[in-house]
C-alpha cells in the first residue's frame, strides 16, 4: 500500500508566522513519531503517538511546538511564532506495535 | 540514557571497494539497533536491525552489520560498493521494547567514486 505521506513537502515562512506540516500514516498504523533532522545533523525525536494519545512529548524545543492526531490517524505539527531556528526537515514515521518505524520524506521548513 | 556515536562524518571509497561505516552505541539496556539511509530530498529507509536475534544481520543491497556486545558496536559493511550506495546513512538505538522513539547518530555521508 501507499507509504507515509507528508504535506507540504516545503515550506517557506517568514518569522512570527505559524506554520501546520501534515503527516499521513500508513492506514492501521497505530505508532506515530515525529522528528526534527537540522541540516548535517541525525533526526532527533520531537513526540510520539499511539493512537489519538500523545505519549511522550519531551522533545518539543518549546511551547511554540504542538503536535495532535485527534483521529488516531492524521497528524500535525503546529508551530507558532516561527524562528529562524526552527528551520529544518520534519519528519514523520509510523508503526505497527513492535514493528520498524516507516518514515515520510519529510517537509523542509525555511524561516526567513 | 541511550546515545549513539558514528565515526567519521564523511567516508569516501573506490567503486568496487569495501565500505565501513562505524557505529558505536551506548545503553543501560540490551538495545535495538537499526541501520537507515537517506538519498537526497527523501526519508529514511531501513537498511537492517538488530533484535536481540542473529548477531550478524543481513539487510537490502548488500548491507549487513555484525553486533558487537563487547565493543558495543554496530558497524555497517558492505564487501562492493556501487555508485548507487552514495546517500547519507544513519544508526540509530532503541530501548528492547518496540514503539519507542529512535535515538540517531549525526550520520555519515558515503561518496563512491569511479
Known amino acids: 500500500g501507499a507509504g507515509v505521506s507528508q504535506s507540504p513537502r516545503y515550506k517557506v515562512a517568514k518569522r512570527g508566522q505559524d506554520v501546520a506540516l501534515r503527516c499521513d500514516p500508513i492506514?492501521?498504523?497505530?505508532?506515530l513519531f515525529w522528528y526534527q533532522q537540522a541540516l548535517g545533523q541525525g533526526p532527533e525525536f520531537l513526540t510520539y503517538?499511539?493512537?489519538?494519545?500523545?505519549?511522550?512529548k519531551s522533545g518539543l524545543p518549546s511551547d511554540r511546538f504542538f503536535a495532535e492526531r485527534p483521529e488516531g490517524s492524521v497528524s500535525t505539527l503546529k508551530i507558532q511564532r516561527t524562528q529562524q531556528e526552527d528551520s529544518a526537515v520534519y519528519l514523520c514515521?509510523?508503526?505497527?506495535?513492535?514493528?520498524?518505524?516507516?518514515f515520510g520524506p519529510g517537509t523542509r521548513l525555511t524561516v526567513t | 540514557a541511550q546515545s549513539v556515536t558514528q565515526l567519521g562524518s564523511h567516508v569516501s571509497v573506490s567503486e568496487g571497494a569495501l565500505v565501513l561505516l562505524r557505529c558505536n552505541y551506548s545503553?543501560?539496556?540490551?538495545?535495538?539497533l537499526f541501520w537507515y539511509v537517506q538519498y537526497p530530498n527523501q526519508g529514511l529507509q531501513l537498511l537492517l536491525k538488530?533484535?536481540?536475534?542473529?548477531?550478524l544481520v543481513k539487510g537490502i543491497n548488500g548491507f549487513e552489520a555484525e553486533f558487537k556486545k563487547s565493543e558495543t558496536s554496530f558497524h555497517l559493511t558492505k564487501p562492493s560498493a556501487h555508485m548507487s550506495d552514495a546517500a547519507e546513512y544513519f544508526c540509530?538505538?532503541?530501548?528492547?521494547?518496540?514503539?519507542?522513539?529512535?535515538?540517531f547518530g549525526k550520520g555519515t555521508r558515503l561518496s563512491v567514486i569511479a
Open positions: 540509530a538505538v532503541s530501548p528492547p521494547s518496540g514503539n519507542t522513539p529512535l535515538v
Open positions: 492506514s492501521g498504523h497505530v505508532s
Open positions: 538488530y533484535t536481540s536475534a542473529a548477531t
Open positions: 545503553s543501560s539496556v540490551p538495545p535495538y
Open positions: 503517538f499511539q493512537n489519538e494519545a500523545q505519549l511522550d
Open positions: 514515521a509510523s508503526s505497527l506495535a513492535g514493528d520498524q518505524q516507516y
